[in-house]
């Protein structure tokens, strides 16, 4: 099988899943067109060589309407694209997106607002004194802003002026990550902030811990496949919270690229592994 992954970078992860690959007899190559030609998108011998591949794993390299179209096009060549929500759903990276199709859904999620011209005293009245704010495009925990008075929203416009939303602040310890192939739960975990920050990311100093199968898992594993459904995930990260005050969980965002650094080491569960396994089923 060949195996071309899209990425502006390599790092550890993807290396070690080249490995497997290669081990299983497959051809694993990293793929980066850094200039593209629109007037003549199918005929660069680069977009070419992409359909002698059996997977195309778009994760980064492209601004996100040429993903689009190149997913539509290996789709023609009947090259499995991963994820197909590139041009199934070409707004499914944007957060305002993802709410409206998981609440319309039946998904249960924060209440979440956009306003033209925001203004702390009338979003206080409807999400609280105190609300997240945040960039529909954001990732990895930038671009997220808790607004507690008239200043903190004034600055934090001053940083982000275009695609914003504001949403409810649920009370929380942390938030769950869920990773997904298609519709399989291959790990949860939770995610807990360091002292002094409120997001979770891992990234930012958070730390992990595994969750055990059981009630809980269940219910995260439900809206998380549910959640892929609706957006046409194959391969996402999903992140649900759970509240302090009722125990209800809440649907925040999804990832395309969910990372996997130390996953193994916390849960058990190796996603490389599952990532290659993931890969082959498409083929099958």
């Excluded at 071309?4 to 899943?17: D, G, M, R, Y």
């Excluded at 067109?33 to 390299?61: A, C």
């Excluded at 059981?214 to 594993?221: A, I, R």
């Amino acid at each position: 099988m060949k195996i071309a992954i899209f990425t502006n970078k390599t790092f550890t992860e993807l290396e070690e899943l080249k490995s497997i690959a290669e081990k299983r007899g497959h051809i694993l190559d990293f793929i980066k067109i850094p200039n593209i030609e629109i007037t003549s998108f199918s005929d660069q011998n680069e977009i070419k060589k992409l359909f002698s591949y059996d997977v195309v794993h778009y994760r980064t390299g492209m601004n996100i309407d040429c993903a689009n179209i190149l997913g539509k096009i290996l789709k023609e060549k009947n090259v499995t694209f991963i994820n197909e929500a590139f041009y199934t759903h070409p707004l499914f990276i944007n957060k305002i997106f993802q709410t409206v199709c998981c609440s319309e859904a039946g998904i249960l999620c924060p209440k979440t607002f956009t306003a033209k011209n925001p203004n702390y005293q009338e979003i206080s009245k409807l999400l609280g004194k105190k609300f997240i704010m945040k960039n529909s495009r954001g990732c990895q925990g930038k671009h997220v802003y808790l607004i507690s008075n008239k200043n903190d929203l004034q600055e934090s416009l001053e940083v982000e002026n275009n695609n914003i939303l504001f949403q409810e602040l649920i009370p929380n310890t942390g938030d769950f990550r869920i990773h997904t192939f298609g519709n399989t739960v291959a790990t949860i975990y939770k995610r807990i902030p360091s002292n002094g920050d409120f997001r979770a990311n891992f990234s930012l100093g958070g730390s992990m811990q595994n969750v055990e199968k059981g009630d809980l898992y269940n219910e995260l594993s439900k809206i998380a496949n549910k959640a892929t459904q609706v957006l046409n995930l194959q391969i996402s990260g999903i992140d649900i919270i759970q509240s302090k005050k009722n125990g209800k969980l809440y649907f925040i965002e999804s990832n395309e690229n969910p990372g996997w650094k130390q996953v193994q080491e916390i849960t058990g569960t190796d996603i490389s592994e599952a990532t290659i396994n993931y890969y082959e089923s498409t083929c099958l």
